[in-house]
């Protein structure tokens, strides 16, 4: 009993995330319908309105789903964390079913995006050659790890999300504002360095010759920075 009861208490964390359709399956899969259904129609006005349309159209309204996992990021632990703590779930069951739920609903968008990327290849962009899902070079080394960049992109942004929300259960708004201008600050002293030292070709070669795989181990491993320094503060939080 004793090895199966935290277990049973992070599945419940799970269902307890999951009674709040609207944040984990119903507004995503609005927003993917809502940017889907004004991208094809703005394909749609541009094939139409060009004589001799040969290039393919790519947008980017496929972002906008995967990037609203920040607010569900924020949503998650603001609207649950309190109540959880009131029913005897610890902060470690919490944060493992909270980010197994995350998880979960990050593996059905990135699915949706499978799905759909593979729809578009089959038909030529929906006849229209217009893509929404399907982009040449997240594509570029075949569908498994196009699945795994939507997935873990949907993780970044979940993550990203969830680990402020935490500094400002622990530490409050100011040293949450604190925190994100040190990271501003930081970022644009290392732009200065770069600059200085001359080594922004040497990176925009980097950029250029990375391959999708490897832009999923890096974002992989700020999922897990996030993710482990999202847990630390946690465990001193205030529901």
Partial sequence: MTTTAPANRTFNVIRMQLLNKQTF???PLLILASSFAISMMIYGIIVFSV?????PIYGGGSQAPLWYFLVVGVQALSFTFPFSQAMSITRREYFLGTYATAMLSSAAVAVTFLVGGLIERATDGWGIDGYFFYLPWIWDQGPFVALLMYFTIAMFAFAVGFWGTTLY????TLWLVVTGMAIVVAIVLACLVVSLAGGWPAIGRWIVDLRPIALVGIVFALDLLFAGTSYLTLRRATP
């Fill in 25 to 27: 399956v119903w507004l």
């Fill in 51 to 55: 004589d001799d349309m040969d290039e």
């Fill in 169 to 172: 259960k622990r530490f409050g």
